[in-house]
């Protein structure tokens, strides 16, 4: 069954970066996008980028460029989103998503829903 | 960048009642490019309708989805008591892959 697990709670200090992952199985990894999805306390989802675990190719949420990388490692099946000079507004929860359909190389993002998710990463940034 | 503003904020209902919830999006989604998804707190969100009106996996046939263009509806035909939860729309036909802020579907 597919499953994407995370990895666990940060505390950091405004200024400072943070390093999410993302372990997938139960599928092949780099047939398929992985979105990053973050959600603040008490408000919406808001899309953060994406990458091609096939290529590598990303396309990040204008809001985020130059602050956030994604990256995939697909010797161990995990995608990684590092976001760098951390404010208290990135206090949130973390989602990685995979696309339903396969990636279409021709296309950055694929142009597909998310349907499995990741258990969520609590990033809380405090002085 | 294409914004998406749903409709109502909260909706409450009973159980056995029918659900109704608007997407409605600031230009064109390309090819119904349009997906709903149910989160309930503490949880990841979940993938309900994708392709505007295709449901996903293993989710039941009272749920169901309409539209295309700029005007999109989520239907629950009999609400059951696992369906009271925040729902948002998303198009994924262009980047960003914007939300809609959200429905609360609560009981009345």
């Known amino acids: 069954q597919v499953q994407l697990v995370q990895s666990g709670a940060e505390v950091k200090k405004p200024g400072a970066s943070v390093k999410v992952s993302c372990k997938a199985s139960?599928?092949?990894?780099?047939?398929?996008?992985i979105s990053w999805v973050r959600q603040a306390p008490g408000q919406g989802l808001e899309w953060m980028g994406w990458?091609?675990?096939?290529?590598?190719?990303?396309n990040y949420a204008q809001k985020l460029q130059g602050r956030v990388t994604m990256t995939t490692d697909t010797s161990t099946s995990t995608a990684y989103m590092e976001l760098r000079s951390l404010r208290s507004d990135d206090t949130a929860v973390y989602y990685c998503?995979?696309?339903?359909?396969?990636?279409?190389?021709?296309?950055?993002?694929?142009?597909?829903?998310?349907?499995?998710w990741g258990q969520g990463t609590l990033v809380t940034v405090s002085s | 960048e294409i914004v998406l503003t749903q409709s109502p904020g909260t909706l409450s209902l009973s159980p056995g009642e029918r659900a109704t919830l608007s997407c409605r999006a600031s230009?064109?989604?390309?090819?119904?490019?349009l997906a709903w998804y149910q989160q309930k707190p503490g949880q990841a969100p979940r993938l309900l309708i994708y392709?505007?009106?295709s449901r996903a996996t293993g989710i039941p046939d009272r749920f169901s989805g309409s539209g295309s263009g700029t005007d999109f509806t989520l239907t629950i035909s009999r609400l059951e008591p696992e369906d009271f939860a925040v729902y948002y729309c998303?198009?994924?036909?262009?980047?960003?892959?914007?939300f809609g802020q959200g429905t609360k579907l609560e009981i009345k």
């Open positions: 230009q064109s989604v390309s090819s119904s490019y």
């Open positions: 998503a995979r696309d339903r359909i396969v990636v279409v190389p021709a296309a950055i993002p694929t142009m597909a829903a998310a349907d499995y």
């Open positions: 139960g599928y092949t990894f780099t047939s398929y996008g």
């Open positions: 990458i091609s675990a096939y290529n590598g190719n990303t």
């Open positions: 392709g505007a009106s």
């Open positions: 998303q198009q994924y036909g262009s980047s960003p892959k914007t």
